[in-house]
């Protein structure tokens, strides 16, 4: 019902804004095609503007959601969730860009959107202030829960240094496309928090990986095959100190940034640059790089800045 | 009135009291909000009682509303509003199916002596400052341990199986709930309390509640002088005893046209069992009943001889006990916890354990499964009573959901920001457990959990980082311990407030401005 009407409502606005845009940069932004990219961007860096509207800017220069979705797969959505706080406290990511993201899924084609995490504090509370959980619900997707280990299955990465085999969320493993949408923090244990991190979200036992080398574990799982195809790093309101999980909202910087990637490496090389860190200070970067999972060198990149 | 409404009325009433109750131990989704616990346990006798005389709150006044009741009506409470008499009533009924003997009663002697004596022994030792013996026998405590024990588990059993089929179709409304048994030897009194009373229920329907329950033994010393009761029409009555064979109490001594008011639940069986309607429930007539006067009782006797025994030797266990628990572990164990940690709002572990009577509420309202039953972590009289146990959770910064359901006063309401200032205890840090020390490589995740950030990162060797605590802004929610990945020893753990101190405010510096230009 939600999402008929979401639909419907969706195709009044479209033919609005489809008016209005027919002449600006975004036409395509919502088309749901892929558009014939001009460049191959390493990494999109847009800034100035709110969530939401920095992806409709950003991902056009990918070629729309529609160079990532095809009609009727099934996405997964994985925002971080971890922590019982509100959205201003930037804990978490920012609800309005997971709705958006979520909305160009559907208008790609996507048959269902999914989104879930397997959060540090309680998880109801968590989706709940967040803001998450209504924001999928508004997008029309399912807002699923990470909570029970019977949720999570076994998975080996055979190249992996420490790190060899893992549970994972069902969703992994059953969505068709797998979308990372990471926010920027500071983090006590790895450093910084980007898009390599957020995938503590989709394992059941992190404890394993803090015991055995955290770093490396977090490298090791990016070589697990079933990996995102895209990644969106929210750094709007970037926890500067205090981080995971923040003390205040005096621990924000507000960046007002959105950075888009197909690489994760590339994507938390920016990240760790936009905190004022050198991506080589960050281990898991590093050695992520080292293992040939991605670039982490900025100067060779080929980076669409765009200011809004 | 003679009707045999009276008995529908009840079952009815009561059937809905029950499923209110079990509703309120089981409903592991937290689905009722903070403010129907208060409304709903208002009446609830010890809880009520407690919280009045021990916790000192002046409104909670219930147990005075009950005392009036039973004066005016007799022990319409024990029928009508406790849970636990309510299951046996219930069970009683299963009985009665099973063996048609079982349904027949027929009039038994009380068991004065005992009565007394338990509830000697239980008045006693609380005038001392005890709530041990409340805990194991107040009647809705004992209710509330069997739902979360016993019963949560099949519900949650159930929920899981439901969760899993419509997880299928992509439907997550009902989601799966992990079962976590709490450590064996809290289940020991339960379910010897649940196998006595199971089996005095099937077979002998309201004995418990005449025999042990101290509520209604107290209450019965009011409902003998009730101004409604239970009463014979001698003119229809024709002693054909079918009262007596329904009546759960075994109260009714249908020879002697007599009731033992004392034992009677109000429960109405017999006006309904009597085809004369020679029974009736209604205003006292003053009219000296036979038999009913005795002049010297030697029950009595015995009772207050056992009693003074017993508080004497109860004064001895409770001085034995101590006001604060002793420290429990030597100082050779890596976790030297020296005291348990007691809930938010508690004020301190004295407070908590003289207050608190194990009814278990807290341990399922909590949404991350913090509260855990003890063992002998406030020591063997506190068995049950729930402690923080950051190896089953840790406290969520932001909940104070266990203060707001508490019943007795144990944990007294704190608003959340009272609560993110209070202090139950202080993280400890193990360096030579900790995994940046003895691995060389980074971890961290108590830091990440940790809310203030009193536990916080250092340079250590290298470019690793190793926590270090500052007390003073650290609340004791035991995030760090919980998240700790060592084993089997924990790096970090929180040793509890004896008494609840105020914690300071994290302090804040001004950041940098945010970039105007991508640093890349």
Wanted: proline content about 5%; some cysteine; charged content about 20%.
């Amino acid at each position: 019902m939600k999402r008929r009407n979401f639909l419907r409502s969706s195709l009044g606005a479209g033919l609005a804004a489809g008016a209005f845009m027919s002449f600006s940069r975004y036409e395509n932004a919502l088309a749901g095609k892929p558009l014939p990219s001009a460049e191959n961007y390493d990494l999109i860096a847009v800034m100035g503007g709110e969530p939401a509207a920095m992806f409709d800017m950003g991902i056009q220069s990918l070629g729309g959601m529609g160079t990532f979705v095809r009609k009727g797969q099934k996405v997964l959505v994985k925002p971080n969730i971890g922590w019982d706080v509100v959205p201003e406290k930037g804990a978490n990511t920012n609800p309005a860009l997971v709705k958006r993201i979520i909305e160009h899924c559907y208008r790609a084609g996507a048959k269902e959107v999914y989104v879930f995490d397997n959060t540090c504090d309680n998880w109801i509370k968590c989706y709940k202030n967040s803001g998450i959980e209504q924001a999928v619900k508004d997008a029309g997707g399912k807002i699923v829960p990470g909570n029970s280990e019977s949720y999570y299955h076994e998975i080996t990465i055979p190249n992996g240094k420490k790190l060899t085999k893992t549970k994972v969320h069902e969703l992994v493993l059953e969505s068709d496309v797998f979308i990372n949408v990471p926010v920027l923090k500071n983090h006590s244990s790895a450093m910084m928090t980007g898009a390599l991190k957020n995938m503590m979200g989709v394992i059941w036992d992190r404890g394993y990986w803090h015991r055995n080398n955290l770093n490396q574990c977090i490298a090791d799982y990016a070589l697990y095959s079933r990996k995102p195809s895209l990644h969106i790093t929210d750094a709007y309101n970037v926890m500067m100190r205090n981080g995971p999980r923040g003390v205040s909202v005096a621990d924000l910087s507000n960046m007002k940034s959105l950075l888009i990637s197909t690489d994760w490496v590339a994507i938390d090389a920016a990240g760790a640059k936009m905190m004022g860190k050198e991506p080589s200070s960050i281990e898991h970067i590093t050695l992520a790089a080292g293992m040939g999972i991605g670039k982490m060198d900025l100067a060779s990149m080929n980076i669409h800045r765009l200011k809004m | 009135m003679k009707s045999s409404a009276l008995k529908h009325i009840r079952t009815v009433f009561a059937v809905l009291v029950l499923l209110l109750f079990a509703f309120l131990f089981i409903d592991f989704r937290g689905i009722l909000g903070d403010k129907a616990f208060g409304p709903i346990l208002y009446l609830q006798f010890v809880p009520s009682f407690l919280k009045f005389v021990i916790a000192g709150v002046a409104a909670s006044t219930g147990f005075i509303a009950v005392l009036i009741l039973t004066l005016l009506t007799g022990r319409t409470y024990c029928s009508f509003l406790c849970p636990l008499g309510i299951l046996q009533d219930g069970i009683s009924r299963v009985g009665g199916l099973v063996k048609r003997r079982f349904r027949r009663y027929g009039y038994k002697k009380p068991w004065t002596a005992l009565r007394y004596f338990i509830l000697g022994i239980t008045a006693g030792i609380m005038a001392l400052g005890g709530v041990y013996v409340l805990t194991i026998l107040d009647p809705y405590s004992t209710f509330g341990r069997f739902m979360t024990y016993f019963a949560q588990p099949v519900a949650l059993f159930v929920n899981n199986i439901l969760a899993s089929i419509l997880g299928k179709f992509d439907i997550y409304t009902i989601y799966r709930v992990d079962i976590k048994p709490y450590e064996i030897v809290a289940y020991i009194i339960p379910a010897a309390f649940l196998f006595l009373i199971g089996l005095l229920a099937f077979r002998y329907g309201r004995l418990y509640c005449n025999t042990v329950c101290p509520v209604g033994t107290l209450l019965g010393f009011l409902s003998k002088i009730s101004l409604f009761r239970i009463r014979f029409d001698d003119a229809k009555c024709t002693r054909c005893g079918r009262c007596a064979m329904s009546c759960k109490s075994s109260c009714i001594d249908f020879l002697n046209k007599t009731v033992d008011l004392s034992r009677c639940v109000n429960c109405f069986n017999c006006i309904d069992s009597c085809k004369e309607n020679g029974m009736s429930y209604g205003l006292v007539r003053l009219k000296k009943q036979p038999g009913s006067d005795e002049t010297t009782d030697p029950s009595r006797r015995g009772f207050i001889a056992g009693s003074l025994v017993l508080i004497a030797g109860g004064s001895q266990l409770i001085r034995a006990q101590g006001t604060t628990p002793t420290p429990t572990k030597d100082s050779t164990v890596k976790e030297d916890r020296l005291y348990p940690v007691s809930p938010p709002g508690s004020a301190g572990i004295a407070t908590f354990t003289s207050r608190c009577t194990a009814c278990t509420l807290c341990v399922n309202a909590c949404p991350t499964n913090v509260l855990q039953p003890s063992v002998s972590e406030y020591g063997f009289a506190g068995i049950m009573q729930p402690r923080m146990d950051f190896h089953s959770g840790f406290c969520n910064y932001d909940c104070t959901r266990c203060t707001d359901v508490c019943p007795t006063g144990a944990i007294m309401p704190l608003m959340v920001e009272a609560k993110k200032m209070t202090q139950i205890g202080k993280a400890v840090f193990i360096k030579e457990n900790c995994i940046v020390h003895t691995e060389k490589t980074a971890c961290g995740a108590c830091s990440e959990h940790c809310p203030t950030k009193a536990c916080h990162m250092v340079p250590y060797e290298g470019k690793l980082l190793i926590p270090e605590i500052k007390d003073e802004i650290c609340i004791g929610c035991g995030a760090c311990e919980y998240a700790c990945p060592t084993r089997p020893y924990r790096a970090i753990f929180v040793d509890g407030n004896p008494i609840h101190e105020a914690a300071s405010k994290p302090e804040a510096e001004e950041l940098k401005a945010a970039p105007a230009e991508f640093p890349f």
